[in-house]
């Protein structure tokens, strides 16, 4: 599986696991789209003071750079017209990015047998799955997916701050579901 | 009262901008402008949505299989869904689309007709304006609005017919539509009145470079006639540049003789300045010193562009005994520019908490943010409302969003 995953996952996961978008094992990519994002709006400098450490560490797959052309235009033509015709919901460029490449990614990957997306934005989540059967992890049960194919070992001592620090920031809180898995792999409750 | 009047004028608004004041100042109250007849104008025939081919699905499918229930096994559709695209209109879902291209290697365009963002059909000439090169970047920008603006809304149930075959006549119901009387010039308040009145929907953007001389454009989106800004241009010459887009606006067809471009150029400077307004200037203006004529110019450079003045009087061949060259005026003009500041910086402020810029925007954009935007607020991401107040490189839109809804509800 690959999870290609929005600005919020990201922002949450990545003190978790640097090494999120170095390895294949994590299954997670971005977009250039994300990426730019992430960098370049200035409160996320505020609220996220450690971003700029991990700019190395972030590899989005360029866009149009190995993908066919056609089909890169049938994409977005796809995810436009979804928008306009049958959706309600307003997306961004970074929304839109996120679900372009997840529907282009069979093409780029061959190998790539599903497909994901990863964010915590109601809108994106809903349209991605309407209009193109696309399924969301939320960030806790992308953790629970390391950590039971054992590419990331828990600490709680390191992990948990981290944790407490997604609800002081105001990050949505993990679905009940998430959190029981997350309990079962670690004998830990998430915080509260 | 936004911030905008206090500033420009130092607290001391001239008698057009004390008109302005009172004016918006009751609105703001009242929150509605209910107290108007609204004057719509309605172009059916330039815009469409864009048009689903589901007979032209019909004839790639016939061509290429044996029967549609072929193609149906191969894409895993029912022959009722099928059905209903050819016959009934319906649109397939995303996915299906991009299964149906897939399969019958075509692109999605193929399937479609015209676009839902309709663009003038003729060539603006100048560099100040939408070219060619720009016409994309700028349905590109309004193509952002598709989701959003339609014309669904009650507002645009009335049709009026302006008269357009004379920039004159033009320009006068312009400003009886704007309620000026006929020796004032237009104020600011004014322009966006009448943009109001007719239905055309104000959006202010940072424009990106490929649009960077252009200070405005007008688009219809789902038939909605919108007129985008760039927040980089200067408030001065706003004037000048709304009623020109305006005219652009409501105007069916080229019907004169002229080009579009100097026939919208004609009506918006005499309906910017009546001849009276010219007449009775150059009276002043000619029995002034050069002291005097320079009070004259800064108090009137509060309401509107002064070398936009200087070429009003240039066009109609109205002699006035400047003190100052062209080239003067231009200089001072542009110091007055960048006193009075950009249209953006007047919106949005650095200092600006997220409640003012909402206010500011909801009081120039009123139509867009009532019909359109904050009836739309629960489908919006934060992103997306970043994005469309060029929150970018800046802040988090989603404390823009949370104002937003205050306002929406604060309006209920």
């Not at chain 2, 130092?10 to 008698?15: A, D, G, K, L, Q």
């Not at chain 2, 096994?73 to 689309?97: A, D, T, Y």
């Not at chain 2, 991401?381 to 809804?405: C, H, M, P, W, Y």
Request: glycine fraction near 4%.
């Amino acid at each position: 599986m690959i999870i290609v995953t929005d600005t919020c996952s990201i922002l949450m996961l990545l003190r978790l696991n640097p090494a999120m978008f170095c390895d294949s094992c994590y299954e997670c990519c971005t977009t250039q789209e994300v990426f730019d994002e992430i960098f370049q709006t200035r409160k996320f400098k505020d609220k996220y003071p450690w971003r700029d450490t991990y700019r190395g560490v972030i590899k989005p797959i360029p866009q149009g750079h190995v993908i066919n052309a056609e089909q890169y235009k049938n994409v977005s033509a796809a995810v436009n017209i979804s928008l306009q015709e049958h959706s309600c919901y307003n997306l961004s460029r970074e929304d839109k990015s996120v679900v372009i490449l997840s529907l282009l990614l069979p093409d780029i990957q061959p190998n790539v047998s599903d497909v994901a997306i990863s964010t915590t934005d109601r809108a994106l989540i809903a349209f991605s799955q309407e209009e193109f059967d696309l399924e969301n992890i939320e960030p806790l049960e992308i953790v629970s997916i390391w950590l039971e194919k054992g590419a990331l070992i828990f600490d709680h001592v390191t992990h948990m701050p981290i944790f407490e620090d997604w609800i002081a920031k105001g990050e949505p809180f993990p679905s009940p579901a998430a959190k029981r898995r997350f309990k079962q792999l670690t004998g830990y409750d998430f915080p509260k | 009262m936004p911030s905008i009047f206090g500033e420009v004028w130092n607290n001391e608004p001239s008698e057009f901008g004390g008109k302005c004041i009172k004016k918006y100042a009751k609105c703001k109250k009242k929150l509605t402008f209910s107290f108007y007849d609204i004057y719509l104008y309605i172009e059916k025939m330039e815009e469409v949505r864009m048009k689903w081919l589901g007979e032209k699905l019909k004839n790639f499918v016939e061509s290429r299989y044996r029967s549609q229930d072929e193609f149906c096994n191969k894409i895993r559709v029912s022959r009722q869904s099928f059905s209903s695209w050819v016959n009934e209109g319906n649109i397939p879902n995303g996915k299906l689309l991009l299964a149906i291209a897939v399969e019958l290697q075509i692109s999605i365009a193929d399937l479609f007709e015209d676009t839902i963002v309709a663009s003038p059909q003729f060539m603006p000439a100048h560099n100040a304006l939408v070219n060619q090169n720009s016409f994309d970047e700028a349905n590109a920008l309004a193509e952002e609005y598709s989701n959003i603006i339609s014309n669904d809304s009650l507002v645009f149930s009335q049709v009026c017919e302006l008269s357009t075959d004379k920039f004159k006549q033009l320009s006068k119901q312009f400003r009886a539509i704007a309620g000026i009387d006929e020796i004032s010039a237009m104020t600011y308040g004014d322009v966006f009145k009448l943009a109001h009145k007719l239905g055309i929907c104000i959006i202010f953007r940072k424009f990106s470079n490929n649009l960077s001389e252009v200070y405005a454009f007008h688009r219809r989106i789902n038939g909605v006639p919108v007129i985008f800004v760039d927040t980089e241009s200067f408030v001065p010459d706003l004037i000048f540049v709304l009623l020109h887009e305006i005219c652009h606006s409501v105007r069916r067809n080229n019907d004169t003789e002229e080009t579009e471009d100097d026939f919208c150029n004609k009506v918006a400077d005499l309906a910017q300045f009546p001849d009276n307004f010219l007449n009775k200037l150059q009276m002043e203006l000619n029995q002034a010193d050069k002291e005097t004529q320079k009070n004259i110019i800064v108090k009137y450079a509060r309401d509107f562009s002064v070398l936009g003045l200087y070429k009003s009087f240039e066009r109609r061949g109205i002699e006035v005994n400047w003190h100052y060259t062209k080239d003067q005026i231009k200089a001072i003009s542009s110091s007055i520019n960048n006193c009075i500041g950009k249209i953006g910086n007047i919106l949005s402020p650095g200092t600006a908490s997220e409640k003012d810029v909402c206010l500011n925007y909801y009081t120039f954009s009123l139509l867009f943010f009532k019909e359109f935007l904050l009836p739309n607020l629960e489908n919006m991401t934060a992103r997306f409302v970043a994005q469309i107040f060029d929150l970018s490189n800046g802040e988090d839109g989603q404390a823009l969003l949370e104002e937003l809804k205050k306002l929406r509800d604060s309006i209920k």
